[in-house]
């Protein structure tokens, strides 16, 4: 079956709106490269729109009704978003999940070290990468560190242009003979993802006694290490023993670019999956008088399992929507139930695009097409669709008509060739409460490669498609 390509379905106007949104969007991806920084952002944009925080509601004794809209976070890493609808709650949300973290190299907890003259940092990568894409990049800084005392310091550092930069560095090729045999699952190993992060000594001043008669000049020992710690203790305050309760990201520096000379295209770090999550937060953001409650979810830890407290198998969400309906007056434990089970979900999350390079992994007919619009995947997971949601054909259905009545342009896929690996979403987690939950995202090319692309049509479409489903009416199989 053909698909259009959406920008075909534009008009002059609609293309400028199109444009004008990657805009945007490029503006949160340049500047929202952690879970942290993306929380921030969302919440400050949340609060310019009338949102009011839930435990700050619940201390003030506030009631919630029809048009209220209230947020969460949890741990900084991750938020839910809520505008009460006028239906009751018990009677469904309408919900989008997309999740806020990316793959990246996270910092160890005991990370400096001086070899030869050149100080690093020593880091364990987080989610699935190929290793050797990391390497003769320059690359940022991102997280917290906090102190004994609570007190946070925010590093950012590698972004502005006068900014240093790190790196990890490769082997030439010139001497490369035996690393190129190797299979490229270890042409680059993991311990060896080590960020060079400074190569001067410690700087003692020879025109002082002081300088002169240093020992630690004498023997020299990790010199330009404690050189880097000298300057990290000036800069942050800190010392070394502080890495241990810090929390840093070591991403791909600078920001997303318009990719081709048509600019249709957007080259930046962390699309998976912050294009969906965007989307979805300009969706909620925008839709007004709703008949159901909607409901963003923006999680951490998707690439590693939905695991920990912020990650969407917490029960952060559970309880934060219990204490929405407690605010709304509604709250029992059947309430609850009924809510999760009646409610819908969109599990925003990106798909594989199509790689003419690399055709052979896909197969041609169910396949996401960049600029073919969002996709849906009925099923993810591996071999025989296991791990997967496999999404229920009456909920698709009812999609498929929303979907079509808006004039929002959309393709299935399937994560790729049968058998040539896989993948999975937050889908499944939410699908445990009996909710009809469907994977619904945007394609991605060279996905979890330090630089993703995207179709800016096919962002565009994501978006109008997310708006249209929390403004759409309700939907229950039961
Ligand atoms: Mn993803
Ligand atoms: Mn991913």
Known sequence: MER???????????????MDFADDYKDFLGNCKTERECVDRIVNEAEENGYIELSEARRERKTLAAGGRVYSVWMNKSVALFEIGSEPIESGLNILGAHIDSPRLDVKQNPVYEDSGIAYLDTHYYGGIK??????????????????SGETVIVNIGEDEDDPVFFV????VHLSADQLKRPGSTVIEGEALDVVIGNRPIVFDAGTEAGRDSKEKDNGKDAVMRSVLKILEDMYGITEADFESAELEIV????????????????????DDRVCAYASHRAQMESHGLQRTSCTLLVDKEEIGSVGATGMRSRFFENTLAEVMDLCGS????GLRRALANSCMLSADVGAAFDPSFAS?????NTAYLGKGMVFHKFTGSRGKAGSNDANAEYIAYLRDLFERASVCSQTAEV????????????????LYG????????????MHAPWEAVNKADLFEAYRGYKAFLQGASFTNT
């Open 4 to 18: 259009t390509n959406a920008w075909n379905t534009y008009d002059l106007s609609m293309r400028g709106s199109c």
């Open 131 to 148: 290793k050797y894409q990391y390497v003769a990049l320059p690359l940022a800084i991102h997280g917290v560190i906090v102190k004994k």
């Open 169 to 172: 560095s490769d082997l030439l």
């Open 252 to 271: 791909p520096a600078g920001r997303p670019r318009d990719a081709g000379f048509d600019r249709s295209m957007i080259l930046g770090y962390g699309q």
């Open 331 to 334: 709250y029992s434990e059947l």
């Open 361 to 365: 992994s896909f197969e041609k007919k």
């Open 416 to 431: 790729g060739r049968v058998d040539q690996g896989g993948g999975g979403t937050i889908a499944y987690i939410l699908s």
């Open 435 to 446: 909710m009809n939950v469907v994977d619904c995202g945007v394609p991605v090319l060279s």
